[in-house]
C-alpha cells in the first residue's frame, strides 16, 4: 500500500536542518524528460563547511542509469569546488524526509571527511553521524 501522507517538516525544531529541509523540498517536483526519463521525486540539500547550500534532484531512467537526489547535490557541490560536506538531507516530493541509499553512503564516505557528515535521516530532524550508518566502508 502506498504511503500518500503529505508531510511538512513543522516538527523539525533546528533551524539550520529547517532550512536545509526546505530547501531540498523545494527541488523535489516531479518533470517527465522523456519516454524514459524523469526527475525531481526526490530532492536533496548538502550543507557545504563554506556554508552554501548545494541541491539536486533524482534522476531515474528505463534502463537504471539514474542517479540519486544526494550525489547529484553532492556532485554539484564539488563542481563548484566545495569538496567538504557537513549536513545532508533528503525529502520525497510528499515531505518525507528518506535516509541515503547505501551508493549515497559509500559516495558520501569517499568525500574523505566522513567523520564530519551528518545524514537527517527523519521528519523529526534526527540527525546522524555518516559513519553510524556506514560502519564497514569499502
Do not use: W
Not at 15 to 35: F, H, N, T
Not at 92 to 117: D, W, Y
Request: net charge negative.
Amino acid at each position: 500500500m502506498l504511503n500518500n501522507k503529505k508531510y511538512n517538516g513543522e516538527q523539525i525544531s533546528n533551524r539550520q536542518i529547517k532550512e536545509l529541509y526546505d530547501v531540498a523540498k523545494s527541488v523535489a517536483i516531479p518533470k517527465v524528460i522523456s519516454d524514459q526519463m524523469c526527475s525531481g521525486g526526490v530532492g536533496a540539500a548538502v550543507l557545504a563547511k563554506s556554508g552554501k547550500i548545494y541541491t539536486g534532484v533524482c534522476i531515474d531512467t528505463d534502463c537504471s542509469l539514474g542517479m540519486c537526489a544526494e550525489r547529484n547535490a553532492l556532485s554539484t557541490m564539488i563542481t563548484n569546488g566545495d569538496c567538504d560536506a557537513q549536513m545532508v538531507i533528503a525529502v520525497t516530493k510528499l515531505g518525507q524526509v528518506i535516509p541515503p541509499c547505501g551508493a549515497c553512503r559509500e559516495f558520501m564516505m569517499q568525500l574523505g571527511n566522513s567523520e564530519h557528515i551528518k545524514v537527517i535521516i527523519d521528519n523529526n530532524g534526527t540527525a546522524v553521524n555518516l559513519e553510524d550508518l556506514m560502519p564497514y566502508p569499502y
